[in-house]
């Protein structure tokens, strides 16, 4: 049974969304400030929408564009404190397979974004 868009996830809900083991979304709260569950008794965790947003472009940031936890802490960090932020192009959808000239296009759109990042 699926939960309502907006609904409050557990831990486990997310992990599995995200396909991660439960440690690295509780790594992932030591080292992103932001990320910041419910806690209720027993420190059960509850994502809420916000914070299932925040985990999901981190998971982007850190498994899909190839970003260090450093480098996403930055990135975080910059469009957190309204700073002139490095802009991240969005991923391609996962479902929709990439032509060799839109995977072109995609590498040099990482490649000037990485640049950039590296730049400021």
Do not use: C
Not at 69 to 89: C, E, F, H, M, N
Not at 101 to 112: G, V
């Amino acid at each position: 049974m699926e939960k309502e868009e907006g609904a409050f996830l557990t831990i486990s809900e997310l992990a599995g969304e995200l396909g991660l083991p439960q440690h690295i979304l509780r790594y992932w709260e030591t080292r992103f400030p932001q990320l910041r569950p419910l806690q209720r008794s027993g420190n059960r965790r509850y994502y809420r929408p916000a914070d299932v947003a925040l985990a999901r472009h981190i998971h982007r940031l850190l498994n899909v564009e190839g970003f260090t936890v450093k480098g996403a802490q930055k990135v975080l960090g910059d469009v957190r404190r309204g700073g002139a932020s490095t802009p991240v192009s969005p991923p391609a959808p996962a479902n929709e397979p990439l032509g060799e000239a839109a995977l072109l296009a995609r590498l040099e759109t990482i490649r000037a974004d990485l640049a950039r990042a590296i730049g400021a």
